[in-house]
């Protein structure tokens, strides 16, 4: 069976984003907002499953019953940081407000020329952290990402930066974990987004997240493992307006585990990857970006 998120139908169209694109930086951030507004309300109005997953998500993490005002305002920050993308991806951000938390941690190991794994969400702005974390804290940075969900956008602003293009890693290849493990071994930070399950044979966890236990793949952190990479929290946080923080938090330092004693602390640093992502939702709760019923059993 596949992982739920695969089998939702990808929704942008490659002319549409084209037009967004080329209207954002040619007539800039501002006329790009200003689309944001009708682009928003077209995809609260059709898309009745997303909006019944946004509540569920938004219930959780509030709380409370969520408002139509609540659900727009995740509608409305999501397309925001899609469009951002194209700002930061082109080194066009000038005009964006980002602030960096933790950023001393990646120093330390740099200056060590130690690699590590930045596990990371859909949450916030990816893009952010990526281009940003190359440019403002001079990170040599690779990525694991997949390229054929969503292939319209990917094609598109991976345009606007080949370099950031060039730096990813596709996962579920035959040399995906030897390519890791040479950008490490270069002293190279490795980001991947570890929320989802990627294959169906992926081994998950059920981890509570938002009060309701969640299956999360125990892959990123079986990977760390292996490999006696520290893992650091990774993840570009959307304040709202023009204001975004970058936020790492170090999770694991990278210690030698016994073969034996694997898999139970694989867990254990998946339950904590859980905790704090769960703490930094709580703080910025229209970050969530898994616009599917996230807590269904795979």
């Known amino acids: 069976m596949s992982p739920t998120w695969r089998t939702r139908r990808e929704r942008s169209n490659a002319f549409t984003l084209w037009l967004i694109r080329t209207l954002a930086l040619h007539g800039g951030r501002r006329l790009g907002r200003f689309l944001l507004y009708p682009i928003t309300a077209y995809y609260v109005a059709t898309s009745p499953a997303s909006r019944r997953a946004s509540r569920a998500y938004l219930g959780r993490v509030l709380c409370r019953a969520p408002r139509f005002g609540d ?15 194209v ?27 130690r690699g590590a794994l930045l596990i990371g ?28 969900h969503n292939p319209a956008i990917t094609r598109l602003l991976d345009a606007l930066n080949p370099d950031v293009a060039a730096t990813v890693i596709q996962p579920g290849r035959v040399d995906t974990a030897l390519r890791v493990q040479e950008a490490l071994e270069a002293g190279e930070f490795v980001g991947i987004l ?45 304040q709202g307006g023009n204001h975004y923080v970058l936020h790492f938090e170090r999770l694991d330092d990278g210690a030698k585990v016994a073969r034996r004693d694997r898999d139970a602390y694989a867990q254990t640093l998946l339950r904590r990857y859980a905790s704090s992502l769960e703490t930094e939702l709580r703080k910025t709760p229209y970050n969530w970006f898994n616009f599917y019923d996230f807590w269904a059993r795979h």
């Open 71 to 85: 659900v727009w305002r995740h509608f409305f920050s999501f397309a925001s940081v899609i469009l951002d993308r």
């Open 121 to 148: 969400a859909h949450v916030g702005s990816f893009d952010a952290a990526r281009a940003l974390g190359r440019t403002r804290t001079n990170l040599p940075l690779r990525v694991l990402m997949d390229l054929e």
């Open 194 to 238: 570890a929320d989802r399950v990627v294959e169906s044979g992926d081994k998950c966890l059920e981890v509570d997240f938002l009060g309701t236990p969640a299956p999360l793949p125990l892959s990123p952190m079986r990977l760390a493992i292996a490999l006696h990479a520290p893992v650091i929290l990774f993840l570009g946080l959307y």
């Open 87 to 113: 700002f930061f991806l082109s080194g066009r951000d000038r005009d964006l407000q980002v602030d960096i938390r933790g950023a001393e941690q990646l120093l330390t190991l740099r200056e060590q020329g």
